[in-house]
């Protein structure tokens, strides 16, 4: 299983939709989450980090259920330029390893339709 | 000006060659990342330094040596390259406390 996991889509939408993506994540001590966009052979860039009590930026909402262990990122009134992949991070660092573990999913693929 | 920059943007090569793919940050920024990038795989963690002193290895450092000449550089290096590293290399940095990490835009690499 892997450690991140979401749906690669592609989820095709019409402008003004709502859109949620899921993803899931295995190590249940993980402590940071986040969505990052990334746009077609560009760099990741941070969208929003993830908190327990579920956050929004504006059309964007993130919520975070560590019992079930997934985060998901719901977009409302979709916009053409909000086509993109939108990818997973979890973050995780063993305290007494000191392992350091930023994992990204694979990402899911949006195209919003005109 | 860009925060994170990243050289050479494109680069193709051959196998057994030595390659130096460079980083630069002016967001004084302690921690800096190497990820490579391969199609349906997600990104995945090269080596990464929290200080000029301190270079840790990711999951995929197998191939690959880092140096960390100053604060705000990070280089990467692929003493003898080969096919199967070709892909998207990305540098990143990340603040002290801080978990987010910023980008730089990219590094196109495809060893023939």
């Known amino acids: 299983r892997k450690e991140v996991e979401q749906d690669p889509g592609p989820f095709n939408v019409p402008e003004g939709a709502t859109v949620a993506f899921n993803c899931t994540y295995s190590n249940s001590a993980s402590q940071s989450f986040f969505w990052y966009r990334q746009d077609c052979r560009k760099e990741p860039k941070l969208l929003m980090s993830?908190?327990?009590s579920g956050n929004e930026d504006g059309r964007f909402t993130a919520q975070l259920n560590r019992a079930s262990q997934y985060i998901s990122l719901l977009i409302r009134d979709s916009k053409l330029s909000d086509s993109a992949t939108y990818l997973c991070v979890v973050f995780s660092m063993g305290r007494t390893s000191g392992t350091y573990k930023y994992i990204f999913g694979t990402g899911t693929r949006l195209k919003v339709l005109a | 000006d860009a925060d994170v920059t990243q050289t050479p943007r494109n680069r193709i090569t051959k196998t057994g060659k030595r390659i130096m793919l460079e980083c630069s940050q002016t967001?004084?920024?302690?921690?800096m990342y190497w990820y490579r990038q391969d199609p349906g795989l997600g990104l995945q963690l090269i080596y990464y330094?929290?200080?000029?002193?301190?270079?840790n290895k990711g999951e995929i450092s197998d191939g690959y040596s880092v140096s960390r000449q100053a604060q705000a550089k990070f280089s990467l290096s692929l003493e003898s390259a080969i096919p199967n590293q070709t892909a998207l290399y990305f540098c990143a940095t990340s603040d002290l406390g801080l978990d987010t990490q910023y980008f730089g835009p990219g590094t196109r690499l495809t060893v023939l």
């Open positions: 967001k004084g920024h302690d921690r």
């Open positions: 330094s929290f200080d000029v002193k301190d270079i």
């Open positions: 993830v908190y327990s």
